[in-house]
């Protein structure tokens, strides 16, 4: 899609520790002023696995939402514009509106793309065929990553260097004096044709003392005229360039440590 490297999967298809904090998997359709009705009339098929149930409301899911990025819970237009069913544990969430349809896992509960995908098929595919949303035009997946060291005082410097493609953090590097920087994050957006690419890396503000690392990859195809049945290939297309991303993105060293599940710095 965008010309980054092809990168072979380590042994076992994933590598051993998980960076992840968050995975979204999105599809956008013609408005349908009845899906959020016909989602909350299946409460009942869905209460087993999703038995928190709450409205989206313009105040909440506004806040969620930037331009051309995909949201986490879309946003809404009205008072009551959907619907979220979230597990037990809050560890997956689906968002409904008239347009969208959103699964979210959280990181450390996400296991693989063929996994996740089986929840969607099996759980959410019945009922958006039952109500006639058989045809999307925007598919998207967001994968965030988070590093955080295990010593708050690692150096920025060195810090950048261990997790990054040295190419990628030079601007970042090239400061007189890095241990000034409280947070530096860099936005690259790239298309081609109808692909989009949001790659959204750098260093945070610290959360409670605590430097984390960002690798967002947000990755869609707009004006897209899929079906229900062909989603999966879209998706492993997507999932696929993702990961080649990732790998692009991480040094050598970074790829080590989480491939043999070793702490960081």
């Known amino acids: 899609m965008f010309g980054f490297p092809h990168a072979t999967r380590p042994e076992g298809d994933q590598y051993k520790k998980n960076l992840l904090k968050s995975v979204i998997f999105q599809i956008q359709f013609h408005k349908n002023n009845e899906i959020v009705e016909g989602f909350k009339d299946k409460k009942a098929e869905l209460k087993a696995k999703f038995p928190i149930t709450n409205p989206i409301f313009l105040k909440t899911a506004a806040v969620k939402f930037q331009k051309d990025k995909t949201p986490i819970i879309q946003t809404a237009e009205s008072e009551n514009h959907g619907y979220e069913f979230k597990t037990n544990d809050n560890d997956k969430t689906l968002a409904v509106t008239n347009d969208t349809l959103s699964f979210t896992v959280n990181g450390p509960t996400y296991k693989n793309f063929y996994i996740a995908f089986s929840e ?61 920087i409280s947070s530096g994050i860099t936005n690259v957006t790239l298309e081609n044709n109808k692909n989009r690419l949001n790659l959204i890396y750098g260093l945070l503000a610290p959360a409670q003392q605590k430097k ?11 004006n897209q005229n899929v079906d229900l049945n062909s989603l999966k290939s879209i998706w492993e297309t997507i999932n696929t360039e993702i990961f080649n991303i990732f790998n692009w993105a991480l040094s050598d060293k970074m790829k080590e440590q989480i491939n043999t599940g070793d702490s960081h710095a």
């Open 120 to 180: 969607i098929e099996n759980d959410f595919f019945p009922i958006l065929n039952d109500l006639g949303v058989t045809d999307f035009h925007r598919i998207a997946i967001r994968k965030i990553n988070l590093v955080e060291p295990v010593n708050p005082e690692f150096p920025n410097k060195d810090l950048l260097s261990l997790v990054f493609n040295e190419n990628l953090v030079n601007n970042l590097k090239s400061f007189p004096d890095t241990s000034f």
């Open 212 to 222: 984390q690392i960002l690798i967002d990859i947000d990755l869609f195809l707009i």
